[in-house]
């Protein structure tokens, strides 16, 4: 089986000291892994290490400046056996939408594949839909929200996440792309062998003429057509409404009052 895990740009802080000095860093704002990409990768390492030993292979990928190879060395001292930089001028100014084009271009330059996790949201602008959007661009099946999964031959069951307390048993063909839900699992810390192995793995390069991306038909923008802020919510009312009277004092005009707050922020 192999599986391909999506790592976004890395996030700085939190414990990045400890992680900067495993791998020889001097600063503690290096890059690392993201909470949520941590946690798609530290579910592809449980699922290899429950496999027969060489049956699972774990592929991280990533798309981003030549910073990024940091968090890719970071995936090949926890386990993974494979890393792909996707790292090109042209990132620099990707939108979301870019960004899934170019990850779906370069998973169709690496083949084979039955897997694809990509975390619950980015560390940055938090907008959670990559994963998505990199099935629908490689026309695959997908589930979101996924707290667990279990794989078969040729499927995967996964338990969705739906909210308020309630999840979904879900079943999809393989391959196919499972986007995590937010902080299931924490990611493991490496080790000084782990990262000595790193050293031994494969660490790929590549730009948008290795994945045959050419012209920038591809690199269609999201158009922002205006930026707002929410308005702070005010606090809710209780009316004790007994008879028609009180209804008529109290309700109608509390209705006209929002009412006539909405047409304005509208």
């Known amino acids: ?55 699972v292979e774990i592929i991280a990928l990533a798309a981003g400046i030549s910073d990024e190879e940091e968090v890719l060395r970071e995936a090949l001292a926890l386990g993974a056996d494979q890393a792909v930089l996707l790292s090109d001028a042209g990132l620099a100014a990707a939108d979301s939408m870019a960004t899934a084009r170019c990850l779906a271009a370069a998973i169709r330059q690496i083949g084979a594949y039955d897997l694809i996790l990509a975390g619950y949201k980015s560390q940055d602008k938090k907008e959670g839909h990559v994963g998505s959007m990199v099935a629908e661009f490689l026309c695959l099946p997908q589930i979101t929200h996924v707290n667990e999964f279990q794989v078969t031959e040729e499927s995967v069951e996964a338990i969705a996440d739906q909210g308020d307390g309630f999840s979904l048993k879900l079943r999809a063909p393989l391959p196919c792309c499972l986007s995590m839900n937010k902080m299931k699992h924490s990611l493991r810390i490496m080790t000084l062998q782990g990262v000595r192995q790193s050293l031994k793995k494969d660490l790929l390069r590549w730009t948008f003429q290795d994945i045959r991306l050419e012209g920038e038909d591809w690199f269609e923008r999201t158009l922002v057509t205006h930026k707002f802020s929410v308005r702070h919510r005010d606090k809710g009312q209780i009316l004790n409404l007994i008879d028609q009277e009180q209804i008529e004092a109290l309700l109608r005009p509390f209705l006209g009052d929002i009412k006539s707050s909405f047409l304005k922020r509208a």
């Open 1 to 55: 089986m192999r599986i391909i895990v999506l790592l976004k740009q890395p996030v700085k802080g939190g414990n990045s000291l400890e992680r900067a000095a495993l791998i020889g860093r001097d600063s503690g704002d290096d890059a690392q892994i993201g909470y949520d990409d941590g946690n798609a990768l530290e579910m592809a390492l449980r699922l290899k290490e429950k496999a027969e030993q060489g049956t």
